[in-house]
Structure formats: structure tokens, C-alpha cells
């Protein structure tokens, strides 16, 4: 991943683990949240708190998640890793991807609860 970002002149920061506290305060900082499971996840938390904190997502196309993420509106979606770094560079990560997340967000009961 790490590569492909490079190759599309896209910064890209690998944060690791981040203690509990402290996720929501990152994510909320972040300009974009990359999502790049493999694994089929049914319903990922850290897509809805993104949603909820107006955290524009990349992420790829598995499980739940297009249910969750909106391609071009509150994310991009990508068919596999190397999809995603070439539209996220064009993609604006302010103003119209964050109030769609933030939208999004408030428009389903329980995200912020």
C-alpha cells in the first residue's frame, strides 16, 4: 500500500495501533481514513465513527462496507488495494466529503448515540 501511494504521489501515514482513547481524537484529525480489510467485514466501527466525525473513507469494496461508504459522496470504494491511491489524490477531502459523512452520519439513528 505504502508503494502504491508513493507511485501516485499520495502522503500517506500508517498510524498502527492507537490506544482506545485516543482513536476518535486521530480520526477526527485525519484527512482521510484507509480501509484497506481484505476480510469480508460485515460492519466495520471505525467506518461509522469515521462517518460520524465527517472523516472522508477509502476503502475497498468487501462485506458491509458499501453499505456504509457512498463512492464519490462520503468515500471512495476500490475493488482492491491498489485501486484507491490514484482517485484519492484527485478526490477533495474537504467541504462537500465531510459534511456528506457528517450527513450521512446523523441522518442514521444510533451512529452518534
Known amino acids: 500500500m505504502k508503494h502504491d501511494a508513493l507511485a501516485a504521489d499520495v502522503p500517506l501515514i500508517m498510524r ?6 485516543d482513536v476518535l481524537s486521530v480520526l477526527a484529525r485525519a484527512t482521510a481514513l484507509v480501509f484497506p480489510s481484505l476480510w469480508a467485514e460485515p ?3 471505525v467506518l461509522l465513527e469515521a462517518l460520524a466525525l465527517g472523516t472522508p473513507i477509502a476503502a475497498m469494496v468487501t462485506g458491509g462496507t458499501a453499505e456504509i461508504v457512498t463512492d464519490g459522496d462520503n468515500g ?7 485501486g484507491w491511491p490514484r482517485p484519492l489524490r ?3 477531502m474537504t467541504g462537500t466529503s465531510g459534511n456528506a459523512s457528517r450527513g450521512r452520519a446523523s441522518a442514521s439513528p444510533g451512529i452518534l448515540s
Not at 498502527?16 to 482513547?21: I, M, S, Y
Open 43 to 45: 460492519l466495520s466501527r
Open 90 to 92: 484527485a478526490w477533495p
Open 76 to 82: 471512495l470504494l476500490a475493488e482492491d488495494a491498489h
Open 16 to 21: 498502527g495501533w492507537v490506544h482506545r482513547q
